[in-house]
């Protein structure tokens, strides 16, 4: 099992990048799938997840990237996409994909309820 997060980079404020979550091992539509970002010197905070698609494929948001990151699925190459859009300096961070331990997000924000993860991505908004 295993996880592969990548797409992260140096973007200017303003601009979009698109991170993927690309699965091994297992099938990534039998589990939710979460991202999430740590910023130096503060906590890894949950960021999005997406249900899997027979529990209707729900999203959700932190507030703080609502409106600007969406979360989608691409079954046939077993990956989960994170397009960010309106890149805001405050958003660099290493951003970790991670596999919950159920079909489900309620509670998302949690890093227990996760059994596997990726190995970060860098994402730095700077001019």
């Known amino acids: 099992v295993q996880l592969q997060a990548s797409g992260g980079g140096l973007v200017q404020p303003g601009g979009s990048l698109r991170l993927s979550c690309a699965a091994s091992g297992f099938t990534l539509d039998y589990y939710a799938i979460g991202w999430f970002r740590q910023a130096p010197g503060k906590e890894r905070e949950g960021v999005s997840c997406i249900s899997t698609s027979s529990s209707g494929g729900s999203t959700y948001y932190a507030d703080s990237v609502k409106g600007r990151f969406t979360i989608s699925r691409d079954n046939a190459k077993n990956t989960v996409i994170l397009q960010m859009n309106s890149l805001k300096p405050e958003d660099t961070a290493v951003y970790y994909c991670?596999?919950?331990?159920?079909?489900?997000?309620?509670?998302?924000?949690?890093?227990?309820?996760?059994?596997?993860w990726g190995q970060g991505t860098q994402v730095t908004v700077s001019s």
């Open positions: 991670a596999r919950r331990g159920s079909s489900y997000c309620s509670g998302y924000y949690s890093t227990n309820s996760y059994d596997y």
